[in-house]
Every structure is written in C-alpha cells, then in structure tokens.
C-alpha cells in the first residue's frame, strides 16, 4: 500500500514521504480499515516534529517515532475484522481513531489501509461524506471530554471558547451549543464569519478587543490558546465558573523545547484544590465508545458540522501540515487517500 512514512523527527517537509509499505496486519481486537480520509491535527505536528521532547518520553519513540506512518484520524471502509471483534464487518462505513490513548504517537492514519481497535471507531452516518467524518474523531473527542467532563457544562449557561475558529474551537462551539449553552466565540477577524456560520451567539474580535476586559460574566471558558493568564480570565468568570485550558501551544512559537506547555497545566491542576474555579482535571475524558457514539448522533440530527477549509491528497501530507502550522485555518484540514 501507499503511506506516508516518517523516520525522524523534523519538518514535515524533511521527514514525511510517500512510500510503498506492506500494509498493517489486524489484532484479534482491530479492525483493518481502507481508508478514505484521514485529517491534520495539532498532535500530528507535535509528532512528526518530535516537540516538546517530553512527547518522545510519553510514547511517541525516543529517537525515531515507534510507528513510521502518522495520523489518527480515519474514516473509510471495514477491510476485515480480528477473530475478537463483535461490533463491525467487512463492508461497514466507519469513522474514528486509531489509536486508543492519547494522541503523543503516530497512528498509521496516512495510508491506504490502518487498523484501529473496534472500541475507537463508530459506524459512519449516511447523511457525511468520509471527509467530514475524517474532521471529527480527535478534534471533538477534545472538545466533548472537556465540556461534559472537567466544564460538566449545563443547558443555558453562558460559555466562551477562545480560539473558536480552529479545529478543537469550531466543534466547542457545537457541541455547547447542542448541549444548550448560550455560546461566545473568540477568534481573529478572518475567522468570525465561519464562527458566527457555526452557531456561536456572539463573536469577540480579539485583535480589536480582549475578553477579559469587558462587562460580560461566564459559566466556563474553554481556552484553546491559553494566550491569557488564569487571573485575567477569572476576572471574567462568574463565582461559580470553571476555566479550562487546551493548552494549544502555537506549534513551538515560544515554547520549551522540552515540555512545552505542560508546567503551565501542572501547576493549574495543582491549584485546583483550593481554587472553585479550578476543579478538574485535564486528563481525564468520558468512555471513548461512549463519546464517538454521541458524536455520531450529533453527525446524524446535522447538530455537529464538521468545517473542512481544505483538502489535501496523500501525497501532500507536508503541504496539509504546513498551512495547519500557520494558523489561518478556518474549521479543520482533511486528506483524501
């Protein structure tokens, strides 16, 4: 098959090409595959570049990524099923992840064909195309675990979410919106009309104006960039509220090499016992069949739209993971196999 293969770590450009490999072998547990999109995500960055290096430690390979093919985001058709699976057969239109942790490794999602296990993946609504399918799984797995789960958001409450223009933004917004949240996006000028297409309520235009000085009082703040101290967005929270940050770190731009913004959440989770507004804990996330079977009923009621601002063949993988890196992108980027 054809894959994307990576052995080092560096820019995309100098690290990814597009080769000829056996294709992946099913596990009793898996599910292979042949896959019709895949999409970009900032974990994908994170990977192929090998930064903060504490990424290599936590499970992306040490000197070299583990698995040679990135990606873990799919969406395509059952190829075969391991002896053990109960859930998909040969034929099944499925969408979802690879790669069942966290998404510090590469998933093999850049290929023809990738196996994922059964309990990571959910069978694809008829009403999507696989490319809006592919824009979903880790994105809004992101953004779900943390309104349900650390934000435990309640219908007409009011949220912001800062940097609602991007991958993880766009599906925040939707996904309060269908949980009945009264929903403010923050994001740059280019992005407000797509945030405003999308259900947000109101839009702040944060180089005209910074949320954390206006008037306005939230439930939560989902802070994707985290390009505002917690004191600052405190002061915009209601007594009761809860901030949650991403930790989305501007692909390297001035942060450490070795564990990029990770002091920064550590020392939040080591406030959280003493500060109200603080009490979660930002590794934690709902049951992922769980979660992949809600989005998959938002997909289907049209509650969940996935944004796709451009598509990318196999071959460009370099090209799609640029533009991600410059931080224009409205929604999500998707590649096509």
């Not at 698995?67 to 059952?78: H, I, L, M, S, W």
């Not at 779900?144 to 609602?164: C, P, Y």
Request: hydrophobic share 40%.
């Amino acid at each position: 098959m054809k894959a994307i293969v990576q052995d080092r770590y560096g820019p995309p450009e100098d690290v990814l090409e597009l080769k000829d490999i056996e294709a992946p072998v099913v596990k009793d547990d898996e599910v292979l595959v042949c896959v019709h999109a895949a999409s970009v995500h900032a974990d994908v960055w994170h990977v192929v570049t090998g930064l903060p290096y504490v990424l290599r430690i936590m499970g992306a390979g040490l000197r070299k990524p583990k698995n040679p093919v990135p990606g873990t985001d799919v969406a395509g058709v059952v190829e075969s099923v391991g002896r053990k699976v109960t859930r998909f057969q040969p034929g099944d239109e499925v969408f979802g992840e690879t790669i069942k942790g966290m998404q510090w490794t590469n998933g093999g999602a850049y290929a023809e064909y990738a196996t994922a296990p059964e309990d990571v993946l959910a069978l694809k609504p008829p009403n999507v195309t696989f490319e809006q399918a592919a824009a979903v799984p880790t994105s809004a797995l992101i953004a779900l675990g943390s309104l349900k789960g650390e934000g435990k958001i309640q219908a007409g409450q009011k949220i912001l979410v800062n940097g609602a223009g991007g991958g993880v933004g766009s599906f925040a917004v939707q996904l309060a919106k269908a949980l009945g949240a009264e929903v403010t996006g923050v994001d740059s000028t280019n992005k407000l009309d797509m945030v405003r297409s999308i259900g947000a309520d109101h839009v702040i235009d944060y180089t005209q104006e910074d949320f954390t000085r206006r008037s306005e009082r939230y439930d939560l703040i989902f802070d994707i960039p985290g390009n505002h101290s917690f004191a600052d967005c405190k002061r915009v929270l209601v007594p009761s509220g809860t901030y949650v940050l991403i930790g989305h770190d501007n692909y390297g731009k001035g942060m450490r090499r070795w564990v990029g913004v990770l002091p920064r959440i550590f020392r939040l989770m080591a406030m959280s016992p003493f500060v109200k507004q603080l009490h979660y804990v930002p590794l934690s996330r709902p049951g992922r069949a769980e979660s992949m079977a809600f989005l998959k009923e938002l997909l289907e009621s049209g509650k969940l739209k996935p944004h796709i601002d451009r598509t990318y063949p196999l071959s460009e993988v370099p090209k799609a993971i640029r533009y991600l890196q410059e931080g224009q992108v409205k929604g999500k980027v998707v590649i096509t196999v």
